[in-house]
């Protein structure tokens, strides 16, 4: 048995309504069969074996939304695992500095 991780990365157009719902019930349906959200528009999933990644695949290709596109990528633990997550943690200096928060009541 071999652990897997199945990554779904999509681009789904939002301009009409009807494609808004669209996007809204394939990012439903992939929370729903288990896939965890890693970014916007990036989910994963954790597989036991790569005959559980077919299915899968099956799965995500039965609730394909109409218009977009899906991309699937099957990584081992292994791989996934060496991935690099890169944040920027240096603070920008050509930015002013606005001070706290104001809320203004009217």
Do not use: W
């Amino acid at each position: 048995m071999r652990i897997m991780r199945l990554l779904v990365l999509f681009d789904l157009p939002t301009g009409s309504k009807a494609e808004r719902k669209s996007y809204a019930q394939f990012r439903k349906f992939l929370i729903n069969d288990g896939y965890h959200m890693e970014q916007y528009s990036v989910y994963s999933r954790i597989l036991l074996s790569r005959d559980s990644a077919v299915t899968h695949v099956e799965r995500l290709r039965a609730n394909l939304p109409a218009a977009g596109e899906v991309t699937v990528i099957e990584l081992t633990e292994k791989q996934f695992e060496s991935r690099k997550v890169l944040v920027n943690t240096l603070v920008r200096k050509d930015l002013p500095d606005v001070g706290p928060q104001l809320t203004l009541v009217f």
